[in-house]
């Protein structure tokens, strides 16, 4: 026995020799395919222990083996950039392939369809282009493929439909622009699909898709969806979620669809859909149904009543009639309900709010009548009371005082009365509190919520005084208590709120002198105090605060002199009318434009005729000085009705110094901040050797100004007579400007204009604009400009596209309402000493030289101002557009690094220029809805989301065009809807 041993031992080495070595081969081969493709994919910091070794390289943690044959390739948030090259396809026992969330670039090699074991594709978030290519039914057992968030385009191949293992298909975020074929309704195992947000050429939801009765997904929303929903996709019994929200489907909503059992989430919202609900429901799992903004009419169905699980209803923006059942305010789940804008009458289910947690509640622009629900708050969730525009009526219900989490309350013009519960005024989150246009009696309280930030109540029957005690109103930014019983002083606490900037107290009964001391009212603009029974003077404080635009002291009892500091605000609104003032006004409000201004005070005069007002009679003052007043006021007639006469002449003339201290009335100023130059300052600048700049639309001056070192003036001539329209059009758009505050936005100090010239003067920015500075080789060489050129380096050209990033920012998310730029480009954006970005000229040029004239603005203008550091890459074809230029280079995946200019190319900075660059393509999609907004590329700027990969992140997907208005119903859904985006298992 024991001598056969050693020879069996023997064998069976030998054996198990023989196999490992053939094993071990293969072994090698395949790890060779992976040290391969770190070096294809520049050798990424996560894939460091990629290294030739002993070991095997199915321990490495991205990969698992079966028998040693490499199975899975989990390569997900690897950070890897580059292409997937064809070797890939070497692993051929691949079952899992995961690149989810990379930086992968280029097309989808065909080669990968070699890969015949293939289960499971996940090449989502990534820069993926190009369609996809033919023959991808040769991945037969694939169950599940995840290209979404990618970049791919054109049709969708009807090969899709042969894979018949397919249980999850993510298309959605994609630039697919061509068709989808009905043949996906074949893969009868399929459970989700997901193909929302693409451009698709208008086209209907297939019937075909009603075959599949394993669906437990269906999300196309956003996709150019036409036509009608199939009456037959009630026959789709697994479906969980639907959205087919943000197409274009018309007709009715099927009746079908009510009945599916396993439904929990419909969302149809924002289509043109019509008809009527279906009345019959007995889809008893839903919890979410959005249905606003379609032309639904008739009534809210009865059933809905029966939806125990129930936590969102939105409604909004259809037209329903009829009153809303009262078993919807039985709903144990609602914590959602919005259905303003509507025809909605008779009352509001009085149990609402009363058996459920309810958050939000939305009935605005109705005909609502009746009182507010009795137990709105009683759960405490409650967020928002918006009930505007109904007829509503009663005394405010009780719950609504310690209502801890309530942040608005918008119930204006309907019939309230009563007095505002005392908690409800220090309800600790309130923000808005907007009650204007109803029958509410009381006084104010000594104490409001200090998180109280707008405050409508005007147009109701108030009274006492105004007593502002404490500091607990001291976040006020708003206060409109126009129109109501208030009587008693202007309290001297009222002037120390440092936020307020809306202060109208007109039409009240108040009475006494103004606070002489204004303690911090430094950002108030619109300040009415009209019609009251306000007396003594005018105190000189009002002529320090700097962001008053708008003044009304109208029909009150002021009397004594105009403080002639007013002069110096330059209001562009300010009544001062039926009054008691005395004295001459203030010089730079001797112009038509004020022409109403100070009606109706006889004792107020002034010098020139042209106003309504009589002429000052100074004999008492110095009478050698008159006779000069005469004269230059004949003269500036004289030079009036010459002009008038001969118009065109004038816009020939240069505007000259003749009218340098008596200006024409037809001149307007508006002035946006404390000056101390006056107009002659800016119009005896206006000289040929002061230019610095000319352009389509203008030319630019340099001028000398009292106090502001220098100002830029533009000047901007329309050759024909601007029609009214577009002129008011320009004045408004002046006006918002000059209200801007930003660091990064220069300053509009002023406008000085008539019907044939705009004067546009700005803070002078001594390092000029960007273009000057990238693009002064090619213009002027020699000059100074272009010896700076290296000056710009990449740190300072950061700097100027985090700055520029940050003002547009500004305009788009902070401003209210939004501003557009329009033609943001690099001549655009200035440069001040520190070299820190301005955004100037905000398409007034534009504006005023009609659409034909536009020749010399650039096609390629608009966004491409976001790509000023962009442009540190050469330029490709003279004649092509840089953005397409650019766009192609990364298409053909062709290293960023080879088009960043050599002057500035620093090794430190390689990955963030090229970031920037990829950033700058982005912006400039052609398509706006792929481009990134302020917000996404600011913090990409600033370097606080590096792992930003496309135009098309998950956060996008927050984005939802419609806006409840209180904004909560939208996350409720979304968080709902992303939920199973989640993973594969199918
Ligand atoms: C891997 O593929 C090879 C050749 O294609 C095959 O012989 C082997 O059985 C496969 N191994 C596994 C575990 O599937
Ligand atoms: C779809 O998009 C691709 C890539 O942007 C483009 O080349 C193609 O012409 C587009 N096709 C259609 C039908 O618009």
Same mark, same amino acid.
């Not at 525009?389 to 009780?398: F, I, M, R, V, Y």
């Not at 105090?529 to 009304?552: A, H, W």
């Not at 700005?762 to 693009?775: G, K, P």
């Given at each position: 026995?024991?001598?056969?041993?050693?020879?069996?031992?023997?064998?069976?080495?030998?054996?198990?020799?023989?196999?490992?070595?053939?094993?071990?081969?293969?072994?090698?081969?395949?790890?060779?395919?992976?040290?391969?493709?770190?070096?294809?994919?520049?050798?990424?910091?996560?894939?460091?222990?990629?290294?030739?070794?002993?070991?095997?390289?199915?321990?490495?943690?991205?990969?698992?083996?079966?028998?040693?044959?490499?199975?899975?390739?989990?390569?997900?948030?690897?950070?890897?950039?580059?292409?997937?090259?064809?070797?890939?396809?070497?692993?051929?026992?691949?079952?899992?392939?995961?690149?989810?969330?990379?930086?992968?670039?280029?097309?989808?090699?065909?080669?990968?369809?070699?890969?015949?074991?293939?289960?499971?594709? %996940?090449?989502?978030?990534?820069?993926?282009?190009?369609?996809?290519?033919?023959?991808?039914?040769?991945?037969?057992?694939?169950?599940?493929?995840?290209?979404?968030?990618?970049?791919?385009?054109?049709?969708?191949?009807?090969?899709?439909?042969?894979?018949?293992?397919?249980?999850?298909?993510?298309?959605?975020?994609?630039?697919?622009?061509?068709?989808?074929?009905?043949?996906?309704?074949?893969?009868?195992?399929?459970?989700?699909?997901?193909?929302?947000?693409?451009?698709?050429?208008?086209?209907?939801?297939?019937?075909?898709?009603?075959?599949?009765?394993?669906?437990?997904?269906?999300?196309?929303?956003?996709?150019?969806?036409?036509?009608?929903?199939?009456?037959?996709?009630?026959?789709?019994?697994?479906?969980?979620?639907?959205?087919?929200?943000?197409?274009?489907?018309?007709?009715?909503?099927? =009746?079908?669809?009510?009945?599916?059992?396993?439904?929990?989430?419909?969302?149809?919202?924002?289509?043109?859909?019509?008809?009527?609900?279906?009345?019959?429901?007995?889809?008893?799992?839903?919890?979410?149904?959005?249905?606003?903004?379609?032309?639904?009419? =008739?009534?809210?169905?009865?059933?809905?009543?029966?939806?125990?699980?129930?936590?969102?209803?939105?409604?909004?923006?259809?037209?329903?009639?009829?009153?809303?059942?009262?078993?919807?305010?039985?709903?144990?789940?609602?914590?959602?309900?919005?259905?303003?804008?509507?025809?909605?009458?008779?009352?509001?289910?009085?149990?609402?709010?009363?058996?459920?947690?309810?958050?939000?509640?939305?009935?605005?622009?109705?005909?609502?009548?009746?009182?507010?629900?009795?137990?709105?708050?009683?759960?405490?969730?409650?967020?928002?009371?918006?009930?505007?525009?109904?007829?509503?009526?009663?005394?405010?219900?009780?719950?609504?005082?310690?209502?801890?989490?309530?942040?608005?309350?918008?119930?204006?013009?309907?019939?309230?009365?009563?007095?505002?519960?005392?908690?409800?005024?220090?309800?600790?989150?309130?923000?808005?509190?907007?009650?204007?246009?109803?029958?509410?009696?009381?006084?104010?309280?000594?104490?409001?919520?200090?998180?109280?930030?707008?405050?409508?109540?005007?147009?109701?029957?108030?009274?006492?005084?105004?007593?502002?005690?404490?500091?607990?109103?001291?976040?006020?930014?708003?206060?409109?208590?126009?129109?109501?019983?208030?009587?008693?002083?202007?309290?001297?606490?009222?002037?120390?709120?440092?936020?307020?900037?809306?202060?109208?107290?007109?039409?009240?009964?108040?009475?006494?002198?103004?606070?002489? %001391?204004?303690?911090?009212?430094?950002?108030?603009?619109?300040?009415?105090?009209?019609?009251?029974?306000?007396?003594?003077?005018?105190?000189?404080?009002?002529?320090?605060?700097?962001?008053?635009?708008?003044?009304?002291?109208?029909?009150?009892?002021?009397?004594?002199?105009?403080?002639?500091?007013?002069?110096?605000?330059?209001?562009?609104?300010?009544?001062?009318?039926?009054?008691?003032?005395?004295?001459?006004?203030?010089?730079?409000?001797?112009?038509?434009?004020?022409?109403?201004?100070?009606?109706?005070?006889?004792?107020?005069?002034?010098?020139?005729?042209?106003?309504?007002?009589?002429?000052?009679?100074?004999?008492?003052?110095?009478?050698?000085?008159?006779?000069?007043?005469?004269?230059?006021?004949?003269?500036?007639?004289?030079?009036?009705?010459?002009?008038?006469?001969?118009?065109?002449?004038?816009?020939?003339?240069?505007?000259?110094?003749?009218?340098?201290?008596?200006?024409?009335?037809?001149?307007?100023?508006?002035?946006?901040?404390?000056?101390?130059?006056?107009?002659?300052?800016?119009?005896?600048?206006?000289?040929?050797?002061?230019?610095?700049?000319?352009?389509?639309?203008?030319?630019?001056?340099?001028?000398?100004?009292?106090?502001?070192?220098?100002?830029?003036?533009?000047?901007?001539?329309?050759?024909?007579?601007?029609?009214?329209?577009?002129?008011?059009?320009?004045?408004?758009?002046?006006?918002?400007?000059?209200?801007?505050?930003?660091?990064?936005?220069?300053?509009?100090?002023?406008?000085?204009?008539?019907?044939?010239?705009?004067?546009?003067?700005?803070?002078?920015?001594?390092?000029?604009?960007?273009?000057?500075?990238?693009?002064?080789?090619?213009?002027?060489?020699?000059?100074?400009?272009?010896?700076?050129?290296?000056?710009?380096?990449?740190?300072?050209?950061?700097?100027?596209?985090?700055?520029?990033?940050? =003002?547009?920012?500004?305009?788009?998310?902070?401003?209210?309402?939004?501003?557009?730029?329009?033609?943001?480009?690099?001549?655009?954006?200035?440069?001040?000493?520190?070299?820190?970005?301005?955004?100037?000229?905000?398409?007034?040029?534009?504006?005023?030289?009609?659409?034909?004239?536009?020749?010399?603005?650039?096609?390629?203008?608009?966004?491409?101002?976001?790509?000023?550091?962009?442009?540190?890459?050469?330029?490709?074809?003279?004649?092509?557009?840089?953005?397409?230029?650019?766009?192609?280079?990364?298409?053909?995946?062709?290293?960023?690094?080879?088009?960043?200019?050599?002057?500035?190319?620093?090794?430190?900075?390689?990955?963030?220029?090229?970031?920037?660059?990829?950033?700058?393509?982005?912006?400039?999609?052609?398509?706006?809805?792929?481009?990134?907004?302020?917000?996404?590329?600011?913090?990409?700027?600033?370097?606080?989301?590096?792992?930003?990969?496309?135009?098309?992140?998950?956060?996008?997907?927050?984005?939802?065009?419609?806006?409840?208005?209180?904004?909560?119903?939208?996350?409720?859904?979304?968080?709902?809807?992303?939920?199973?985006?989640?993973?594969?298992?199918?």
């Amino acid at each position: 026995m024991s001598g056969k041993k050693p020879i069996f031992l023997l064998i069976h080495f030998l054996i198990r020799f023989l196999f490992q070595h053939a094993d071990s081969k293969f072994h090698d081969q395949e790890q060779a395919v992976l040290l391969r493709l770190k070096q294809h994919w520049q050798n990424p910091l996560s894939l460091e222990h990629w290294t030739p070794s002993n070991t095997s390289h199915c321990t490495w943690p991205e990969v698992v083996c079966t028998n040693n044959y490499i199975t899975q390739l989990i390569l997900d948030n690897k950070n890897i950039s580059g292409t997937i090259p064809p070797f890939l396809s070497h692993l051929k026992n691949l079952t899992f392939l995961n690149f989810y969330n990379n930086n992968i670039v280029g097309k989808i090699p065909v080669a990968l369809y070699n890969l015949s074991k293939l289960e499971i594709l %996940d090449l989502s978030q990534n820069c993926v282009v190009g369609t996809i290519p033919d023959g991808i039914d040769r991945l037969a057992r694939l169950s599940c493929l995840k290209l979404h968030a990618n970049n791919l385009s054109g049709d969708i191949p009807a090969a899709i439909g042969r894979i018949p293992e397919l249980r999850t298909l993510y298309l959605n975020d994609n630039l697919f622009n061509g068709t989808f074929p009905p043949e996906i309704g074949n893969l009868s195992k399929l459970e989700q699909l997901y193909m929302a947000r693409n451009g698709f050429l208008p086209s209907k939801l297939p019937s075909n898709f009603t075959q599949l009765k394993k669906l437990k997904m269906l999300w196309i929303a956003g996709a150019n969806l036409i036509g009608e929903i199939p009456q037959m996709i009630g026959e789709m019994v697994a479906l969980e979620h639907l959205n087919l929200s943000e197409n274009e489907l018309t007709g009715n909503i099927p =009746g079908s669809l009510f009945m599916l059992m396993n439904l929990r989430l419909l969302y149809l919202y924002i289509n043109k859909l019509s008809g009527e609900i279906p009345q019959v429901v007995e889809a008893l799992n839903l919890t979410f149904v959005d249905l606003s903004q379609n032309n639904l009419t =008739g009534t809210i169905p009865v059933d809905f009543g029966k939806l125990d699980k129930l936590s969102g209803l939105n409604l909004f923006f259809n037209q329903l009639s009829g009153e809303i059942p009262e078993s919807i305010g039985r709903l144990p789940a609602l914590k959602f309900f919005s259905v303003f804008s509507n025809n909605l009458s008779g009352s509001i289910p009085p149990d609402l709010g009363r058996y459920s947690a309810l958050e939000t509640f939305e009935v605005a622009s109705n005909r609502l009548t009746g009182n507010l629900p009795e137990y709105l708050c009683h759960g405490g969730s409650l967020r928002g009371v918006v009930a505007f525009d109904n007829k509503l009526g009663g005394e405010l219900p009780k719950s609504l005082e310690n209502c801890s989490r309530l942040r608005t309350v918008r119930i204006l013009n309907n019939a309230f009365f009563g007095n505002i519960p005392v908690g409800l005024w220090t309800a600790s989150n309130l923000q808005q509190l907007m009650i204007s246009d109803n029958s509410f009696t009381g006084e104010l309280p000594n104490e409001v919520s200090t998180s109280l930030l707008r405050l409508e109540m005007s147009n109701n029957r108030f009274s006492g005084s105004i007593t502002i005690e404490g500091d607990s109103w001291r976040n006020l930014v708003v206060f409109n208590a126009s129109n109501n019983l208030f009587t008693g002083a202007i309290p001297q606490e009222l002037t120390t709120l440092r936020n307020l900037t809306v202060l109208l107290l007109d039409k009240n009964q108040l009475n006494g002198e103004l606070p002489s %001391d204004i303690m911090s009212w430094k950002s108030l603009n619109i300040l009415n105090l009209s019609q009251n029974q306000l007396s003594g003077q005018i105190p000189e404080k009002f002529g320090f605060l700097p962001g008053l635009v708008t003044l009304d002291l109208s029909d009150n009892q002021f009397s004594g002199k105009i403080p002639p500091q007013l002069g110096s605000l330059r209001l562009p609104f300010l009544n001062l009318s039926s009054n008691h003032l005395m004295g001459q006004i203030p010089t730079e409000y001797e112009n038509v434009a004020y022409a109403t201004s100070f009606l109706n005070n006889p004792g107020l005069c002034t010098r020139r005729s042209s106003l309504y007002l009589k002429v000052c009679n100074s004999r008492p003052q110095k009478p050698s000085k008159t006779s000069t007043q005469f004269l230059a006021l004949i003269l500036s007639s004289l030079i009036a009705a010459f002009l008038f006469a001969s118009l065109f002449a004038f816009i020939t003339i240069r505007v000259h110094r003749k009218i340098n201290h008596i200006l024409d009335p037809e001149w307007k100023f508006i002035h946006f901040h404390m000056l101390n130059f006056t107009e002659s300052d800016i119009f005896s600048g206006l000289k040929e050797r002061n230019l610095i700049g000319s352009g389509g639309s203008g030319q630019v001056y340099r001028v000398a100004a009292n106090g502001f070192g220098s100002v830029a003036v533009k000047r901007i001539s329309n050759h024909r007579n601007s029609d009214q329209k577009l002129e008011k059009e320009f004045l408004a758009e002046i006006e918002i400007l000059g209200t801007l505050r930003h660091l990064n936005i220069v300053k509009l100090l002023c406008c000085i204009s008539n019907d044939n010239s705009k004067l546009l003067v700005y803070e002078y920015m001594e390092n000029h604009s960007l273009d000057q500075w990238l693009h002064s080789e090619k213009k002027a060489k020699g000059s100074s400009a272009s010896m700076n050129h290296v000056a710009l380096d990449w740190s300072k050209r950061l700097q100027i596209a985090v700055g520029a990033a940050q =003002g547009l920012c500004y305009l788009h998310h902070d401003c209210s309402p939004p501003i557009v730029h329009r033609d943001v480009k690099s001549s655009n954006i200035l440069l001040d000493s520190h070299f820190n970005a301005k955004i100037a000229d905000f398409g007034l040029a534009r504006m005023l030289v009609k659409q034909g004239e536009l020749a010399t603005v650039s096609a390629v203008a608009g966004s491409l101002g976001y790509m000023a550091p962009g442009k540190a890459a050469n330029y490709g074809d003279e004649d092509t557009c840089l953005a397409k230029w650019a766009w192609r280079h990364m298409q053909e995946e062709k290293p960023i690094v080879d088009v960043l200019d050599e002057e500035i190319k620093e090794p430190c900075c390689v990955d963030e220029m090229g970031v920037v660059f990829k950033l700058g393509v982005f912006c400039t999609s052609i398509l706006p809805s792929e481009r990134p907004n302020m917000k996404e590329i600011l913090q990409i700027l600033l370097g606080r989301n590096p792992r930003w990969v496309c135009g098309r992140k998950n956060m996008r997907h927050a984005e939802h065009a419609s806006t409840p208005l209180l904004n909560s119903s939208k996350s409720e859904r979304l968080a709902e809807s992303d939920g199973s985006l989640a993973s594969c298992n199918g």
